[in-house]
Every structure is written in C-alpha cells, then in structure tokens.
C-alpha cells in the first residue's frame, strides 16, 4: 500500500526561532483520496451545481431571485437595470464573480431555455441559435409572476434561513415554493460524479397529480400518468 508522509505543525508547541516542531503523520494515499473526492464531490453538488428538489434551483438562482425579492423588483413595478441586480447579488449573497450571475440571470429570462420563465427580461437576452445576451448595463429585468410564486409568505418563517457569506444577513436555505419548479421547468447540472437532466412538465398535469398522490399516497404511476 503506497503512503505518504504529512507535515503537521502542532498548536500546543509554538515555533521559536527558525524551528518549527512538527510531527509526521502516515496517511494512506487510497485513503485519503477517498475522503478527499467525497468531500469535494459533496460540496459541488450540495454548494452549486445540482438543484435542490424542494424548489427546483442551484444556490445561485435562489440567491438572485431571492435578491430580487429584497429589492422589490417585483413584476408589477418597473424594471432595473442588470448591472445593478448583478451587484446586489454579488455584494450580499453569492461573492463568486459578476460573470456567473448575470449568466444565470439571462438564462432564467430566456423563453427557450424554461418552461415558465422566472425573469422578465427587456433588451437583448440572446437567441436559441447561441447569439450572446448584451452587457449587464443594457439590460433590464424583473421578476416573473411565476418566480413570485416560488417566494411568496418567504418573510412568514416558512422556510428555515441561514447567515449569509459574511454573516452580515441572512438567506434562505430554499424557497417556499408554492409551485413543484422541479417538475414543472425541469432542471440540468453537472457536478462531480454525478449528473442530472430532467425535461419539463404541464403544469395543470404536475398539479393534477400532485392532488391525485395526496388523496392516494398509494397511487400507481399508471394512474398518475
């Protein structure tokens, strides 16, 4: 079994000079691969790339639809500028780059890439032949009616919430979710070990079924179907 050796400084005896104790620690290499790969593959799908079932999202769509929310950027007011959403986004919940969220923004307000948009886009959001959206400071968006749905009764303790990135606020761990977004808009990701695809569904059927599974826990698919 092939090892390696590990450098560990210890705590409890502080460096003097230019002698740092140390202790050497055998780890096995098939070991800590293991540990390592479950590790890393769990904090991408749980942390970004796999939707949660609960509300059909990836942390970034929440976080920016959630933002919106704050804002007041409701489909009954008038719309704000990308940049700005982007920003706010950025600067209180997902402090990962202004690419990725603008990205997902343009997506979630693309007629071709949902079912039920949740964002109302005005300006060049790009084409299903692959043309890209124009910059942020163009565009304009607000939310949907439907992505309303997926917050509303959010400040009624619904849902549980947790600090945000620097603790300064908080965000919630999911959405309300009046609305089974997972079956009804579908969802895609990649993540590590594991990928995910599912298409969209009639909504007036998801919720026909829904109904039908509540009033018969033992329902058969065929009767569902």
């Known amino acids: 079994m092939q090892r390696r050796s590990r450098t560990l400084t210890s705590d409890s005896n502080p460096p003097q000079g ?41 942390p970034v769509h929440r976080r920016s639809l959630f933002a919106m929310w704050e804002m007041g950027n409701t489909h009954d007011k008038p719309t704000k500028k990308s940049a700005r959403v982007v920003g706010e986004v950025m600067g209180k919940f997902h402090p990962h780059g202004d690419a990725s969220i603008y990205d997902t923004i343009v ?47 959010i400040e009624k303790e619904t849902v549980a919430l947790v600090p945000n990135y620097d603790e300064s606020l908080t965000e919630p761990v999911v959405l309300p979710a009046k609305i089974p977004n997972l079956l ?12 995910t695809k599912m298409p969209p569904h009639n909504l007036r059927e998801v919720c026909s079924a829904v109904i039908g599974y509540l009033d018969n826990p ?7 179907m």
């Open 18 to 58: 230019d002698t740092v104790p140390a202790r050497v620690e055998e780890v096995s290499i098939e070991k800590e691969m293991k540990v390592s790969y479950i590790d890393y593959a769990m904090s991408v799908i749980i942390g970004r790339a796999i939707p949660d079932a609960r509300d059909g999202l990836k």
């Open 107 to 153: 997506k979630m307000a693309q007629p071709f890439s949902y079912r039920h948009m949740l964002v109302e886009g005005q300006g060049n959001f790009g084409s299903v032949d692959g043309d890209s959206a124009a910059a942020s400071r163009y565009t304009e968006v607000r939310l949907m009616p439907y992505s309303e749905a997926l917050l509303e009764d």
């Open 184 to 195: 009804v808009n579908g969802c895609d990701g990649i993540a590590v070990g594991m990928a």
């Open 218 to 224: 033992e329902i058969t698919v065929e009767d569902l």
